[in-house]
């Protein structure tokens, strides 16, 4: 359901990511400014974001994660999740059109599939290694950074 929640429109998945990712509390009206979101919309997605779980509402009006200083993964591909990732995939295609990019490395293998499946630990624990690097706390260059990992088999051979 949290999850749910938080893919239910743009607004909401960059709220809740602010939230999640941040160790203060948020009135809406500063949140839609830091993130350019208009302030009603930033409003109705807190809201639905308090229904769900995931924030909590202070005594001043301010927002903040339930869970603050917590690291969390997606779903993936789990039985009923993959339209809800496949919207916060859209937003994050939106969002990185006017990034760019910080990294990239490519690497095109022949392999037998039994071994590359046996791979996916070590990519799975490289990615999780990099929330030694996330932060709650604003700084100097902080920001959000989309990191991928993908195995794909693109041809027989």
């Not at 930033?42 to 909590?56: D, F, P, Q």
């Not at 006017?98 to 630990?121: M, P, Q």
């Not at 932060?135 to 195995?151: A, P």
Request: charged share 25%; with cysteine; glycine share 12%.
């Amino acid at each position: 359901a949290e999850f749910s929640a938080m893919a239910a429109s743009e607004t909401a998945y960059w709220c809740a990511e602010a939230l999640c990712n941040d160790s203060g509390a948020w009135l809406p009206e500063e949140l839609a400014g830091k993130l350019g979101l208009r302030a009603k919309a930033v409003k109705t997605a807190l809201e639905g974001l308090k229904k769900a779980g995931i924030a909590v509402k202070t005594a001043g009006g301010r927002y903040k994660c339930r869970y603050q200083g917590k690291f969390f993964t997606y779903p993936g591909r789990l039985e009923g999740m993959g339209k809800a990732l496949d919207a916060v995939k859209s937003y994050w295609a939106k969002a990185g059109a006017g990034g760019r990019d910080f990294f990239e490395r490519v690497e095109l293998i022949r392999a037998e599939e039994g071994a590359v499946s046996n791979y996916r630990l070590h990519l799975a624990q490289a990615m999780d290694g990099a929330n030694a690097y996330a932060t709650h706390t604003g700084g100097n260059g902080s920001g959000f950074f989309l990191i991928e990992t993908r195995l794909k088999k693109i041809r027989d051979f």
